[in-house]
């Protein structure tokens, strides 16, 4: 699964959510634009600290094992 395919799920999940990035970004404790940098594809997810990744996935109810071992599907 390529960065971008990621960064599609993160948003999906996001939209699924009814959240803003803003939102997103604040509940996980990051700025704004180090998640619009994971959402869009420019940052690795899996190149993110455990605390940055596991707290994304958190918010948008992600399983992080799943979505790092590349094994959801959308």
Known sequence: MKEQNIGKI???????QGMSQMQVATLAGINIG?????????RD????SMKVGIAICYV???DPFLLVLK???W
Request: proline share 0%; aromatic share 12%.
């Open 71 to 73: 094994k959801t599907e």
């Open 10 to 16: 993160l948003r999906k999940a996001r939209e699924m």
């Open 60 to 62: 948008l109810n992600l």
């Open 34 to 42: 180090q998640y619009q940098r994971l959402e869009y594809g420019v």
């Open 45 to 48: 997810f899996e190149q993110c």
